[in-house]
């Protein structure tokens, strides 16, 4: 995009030049220069909005494909929480950014209204960082979104609450980065509809390709350990 940029400047450039020099070429030249000047905007925009949301590639491809898990399953439409911990850096703020962008992209038109809830990492109710959201943060967000008819976790997903703890919650998407043997007790009691981790031996840095759909952005790094 800068290359295309600097050219148009250049080009921009000698439109003016030849306009100094030649009075009669002023006319071309200033036709030029706007077709140039339209040119540089629709490729500036065409680049920021290439792919839709998916411009962060797999991060918001991960969000996109859980939004269509839960829209497949909640065809009425209603409230959706998303769980995300604080972003603790830039980095982690473009992810979580990416991956919300994703999640509203794929239910748009669904009915689906997202409701974003953001918590401290590090700061659950066993005290220890890792284990998920807070459980007893959980209930409180159930309480204040009892119409809530599903809830997409980006953090995983507290694998030692208690079945009392967690009875009133809505079914749960989540993607969980380890530890997820620990949640096969969740997924068999349905209160885990769906589970995804990230691929053995996944490269991070593999280059993205260029117009591939959410569905194989997720697959480079994404699969689904439970209900796909």
Not at 78 to 96: D, I, T, W
Not at 145 to 168: I, L, Q, T, Y
Not at 199 to 212: D, E, L
Request: hydrophobic share 45%.
């Amino acid at each position: 995009m800068i290359v295309v940029i600097l050219l148009v400047a250049a080009a921009l450039a000698v439109c003016l030049l030849a306009a100094k020099t030649n009075p009669g070429l002023r006319p071309l030249a200033g036709i030029l220069g706007v077709a140039l000047i339209a040119l540089a905007g629709w490729h500036v925009y065409s680049t920021l909005n290439r792919g839709g949301t998916y411009s962060s590639g797999p991060e918001s491809a991960l969000g996109y494909v859980l939004g269509e898990r839960v829209a497949r399953d909640f065809p009425a439409g209603g409230v959706l929480l998303a769980v995300h911990e604080e972003p603790l850096g830039p980095k982690e703020q473009k992810a979580a950014n990416a991956r919300m962008e994703g999640l509203r992209s794929a239910l748009s038109g669904s009915g689906l209204e997202v409701v974003p809830i953001y918590f401290k990492p590090g700061e659950d109710a066993f005290g220890e960082p890792g284990t998920g959201f807070p459980v007893t943060d959980c209930s409180t967000w159930v309480e204040t979104h009892s119409h809530a008819v599903a809830a997409v976790s980006f953090s995983g997903f507290p694998d030692r609450a208690k079945p009392a703890e967690c009875a009133g919650w809505p079914p749960f998407y989540v993607f969980a980065s380890g530890a997820v043997h620990a949640l096969s007790p969740f997924v068999r009691r349905g209160r885990i509809k769906a589970l995804v981790v990230y691929r053995p031996n996944v490269n991070p840095t593999q280059k993205i390709p260029k117009g591939a759909s959410p569905q194989e952005l997720f697959d480079l790094r994404y699969e689904f350990a439970a209900g796909q």
